[in-house]
């Protein structure tokens, strides 16, 4: 079966940074996805990983390993307004995306 | 600005009562989803078209049917809601070829009685 893991939940404090692990058991892979997603709000784009290494852009950096199945999320300075649910996600052999439940990020002051 | 629509944002209906709910895409993108999504659970797909071409997800029940009667519009019909079918039900769209990243209308409430 395909299968993505991703912590649950997770708490940063404001101005910190936080990394969300993404696990991915997927039959044949052609890129991951990043997205966030606000309460009652439809998932938003954030990251796009197709060739291992990081991808930067501001705020967000996001990393891949494709022989390790790994990715992780990387947030900096951490505002109140990221305190949202992320999603991890990839498309399989059949271009279809695999979606993890999502950490939902917990922001304190 | 190129975006996804969908229309209602909320919408409550009574067991058992059908009810369609709409998206429609200024983006001119071939493939369009529908999502179902429960409270902090992923998304599930239920069917996505590539331009006309339906593809049915297996597990799918035969209560949700959906249409697609050209590019920039997608239907999805609930003919008999339960109340386990309360949830937001997501409209997406993408290219075909790279980047294949997928843009989601901002979600339809459903609310079974």
């Known amino acids: 079966g395909q299968n993505i893991d991703q912590p649950t939940e997770m708490t940063a404090t404001e101005g910190a940074i936080v990394q969300i692990n993404c696990t991915y058991q997927?039959?044949?892979?052609?890129?991951l996805f990043w997205y966030q997603q606000h309460a009652g709000e439809a998932p938003t784009f954030l990251s796009y990983n197709v060739l291992d290494g990081l991808e930067e852009k501001g705020r967000f950096s996001s990393f891949l390993s494709r022989s390790k199945g790994y990715s992780y999320l990387l947030l900096k300075e951490l505002q109140m307004k990221d305190s949202a649910s992320y999603l991890c996600?990839?498309?399989?052999?059949?271009?279809?995306?695999?979606w993890g439940a999502g950490t939902k990020l917990i922001i304190k002051p | 600005d190129a975006m996804v629509i969908q229309n209602p944002r909320y919408q409550v209906t009574q067991f058992g009562k059908p009810v369609t709910l709409s998206c429609s895409q200024t983006?001119?993108?071939?493939?369009m989803y529908w999502y179902q999504q429960k409270s902090s659970q992923a998304p599930k797909l239920l069917f996505h078209y590539y331009d006309k071409d339906f593809n049915n997800e297996a597990d799918t029940p035969d209560n949700f049917q959906s249409r697609r009667p050209n590019t920039s519009f997608c239907f999805l019909d609930i003919r008999s809601p339960g109340l386990g079918d309360a949830a937001m039900y997501l409209c997406?769209?993408?290219?075909?070829?790279?980047?294949?990243?997928?843009?989601f209308g901002p979600g339809t409430r459903l609310t079974v009685l």
């Open positions: 997406a769209t993408s290219r075909v070829r790279e980047p294949l990243e997928q843009f």
């Open positions: 983006l001119n993108h071939n493939v």
């Open positions: 996600a990839v498309v399989d052999s059949n271009y279809q995306l695999i």
């Open positions: 997927t039959s044949g892979f052609n890129g």
